[in-house]
């Protein structure tokens, strides 16, 4: 699953810091400067997979892994999730996301209408999907606690609920 992928991940950074010297886990500007200030590389965690937060309550899930100094992450990555739509990048994707929503929700004589499923794309072959509910309370929750916001791979109506969200904050 994403989330043992990443805990590997993330345990394998905080092993490699206990070991080396010149590498510094930062969560926040000031402790970036201080590492610089002293030679180290600061180094902020990243997670980039795409159900990163599950299905289950997403805000224990971020909490974890803001615990585990994670302070930027992508909200969608090759697939639309929970939160937000992606940019549609590479036929494969396509073809991915026909499939799970097929097997989610239809049926085999439906089949005949294979355009029924998958990306939501408009005339110009763009996902419709933009931030959902969920992916409006996460982008506040992200502003509150001060984690930048990475557009890498989210749909343009994404970024554009994004941009409505962090304007009129």
Same mark, same amino acid.
């Given at each position: 699953?994403?989330?043992?992928?990443?805990?590997?991940?993330l345990?394998?950074?905080?092993?490699?810091?206990?070991?080396?010297?010149?590498?510094?886990?930062?969560?926040?500007?000031?402790?970036?400067?201080?590492? *610089?200030?002293?030679? %180290?590389?600061?180094?902020?965690?990243?997670?980039?997979?795409?159900?990163?937060? !599950?299905?289950? /309550?997403?805000?224990?899930?971020?909490?974890?892994?803001?615990?585990?100094?994670?302070?930027?992450?992508?909200?969608?990555?090759?697939?639309?999730?929970r939160?937000a739509?992606?940019?549609?990048?590479?036929?494969?994707?396509?073809?991915?996301?026909?499939?799970?929503?097929?097997?989610?929700?239809?049926?085999?004589?439906?089949? *005949?209408?294979?355009? %029924?499923?998958?990306?939501?794309?408009?005339s110009d072959?763009?996902?419709?999907? !933009?931030?959902? /509910?969920?992916?409006?309370?996460?982008?506040n929750?992200?502003?509150?606690?001060?984690?930048?916001?990475?557009?890498?791979?989210?749909s343009?109506?994404?970024?554009h609920?994004?941009?409505?969200?962090?304007?009129?904050?």
């Open positions: 699953s994403d989330r043992s992928a990443v805990d590997r991940q345990d394998a950074a905080h092993a490699f810091e206990k070991t080396h010297s010149w590498f510094r886990i930062v969560s926040s500007p000031e402790e970036a400067r201080a590492a *610089i200030a002293l030679g %180290k590389l600061a180094v902020v965690l990243s997670v980039e997979v795409s159900h990163f937060l !599950g299905d289950g /309550p997403w805000m224990a899930e971020l909490n974890r892994l803001y615990q585990q100094d994670v302070r930027t992450f992508q909200i969608a990555v090759q697939l639309n999730n939160f739509g992606v940019a549609i990048h590479h036929p494969i994707f396509r073809v991915i996301a026909w499939y799970l929503d097929f097997k989610a929700r239809g049926h085999w004589y439906q089949l *005949i209408k294979p355009w %029924k499923f998958g990306f939501d794309r408009d072959g763009k996902n419709r999907q !933009g931030l959902t /509910p969920e992916g409006k309370a996460l982008v929750e992200m502003m509150a606690r001060g984690i930048p916001i990475d557009l890498a791979h989210l343009e109506k994404t970024v609920d994004i941009q409505e969200i962090t304007t009129a904050n």
